[in-house]
Nanobody
């Protein structure tokens, strides 16, 4: 049973923008901190950002000032707005609900130079 469903990945030129979405069931959404992680080819998965149930946010230094995480409680959805994208942002992006241990299937983001 799929608990988290991501969408919004794609191919974009450097400097462009994408918005990722992650839809969750209400119980998962209301009881967990929602995170975005990413994994580039040949690299370990890295944490990108999180947003708490109260709306507090935190970002990895590599994306601070360019990415914005937000949540829509009415839609049980978390978003990752990615601006000023760089080729090094190319990765599979995963949504996670922690500490519940729920992960999405991942969505590919490719930034061309």
């Amino acid at each position: 049973q799929v608990q988290l469903v991501e969408s919004g990945g794609g191919l974009v030129q450097a400097g462009g923008s994408l918005r990722l979405s992650c839809a969750a069931s209400r119980s998962i959404f209301n009881l967990n901190v929602m995170h975005w992680y990413r994994q580039a080819p040949g690299k370990q998965r890295e944490w990108v950002a999180h947003i708490t149930t109260g709306g507090s946010t935190n970002y990895a230094d590599s994306v601070k000032g360019r990415f914005t995480i937000s949540r829509d409680n009415a839609k049980n959805t978390v978003y990752l707005q990615m601006n000023s994208l760089k080729p090094e942002d190319t990765a599979v992006y995963y949504c996670a609900a922690l500490p519940g241990g729920f992960w999405g299937q991942g969505t590919q983001v490719t930034v061309s130079s």
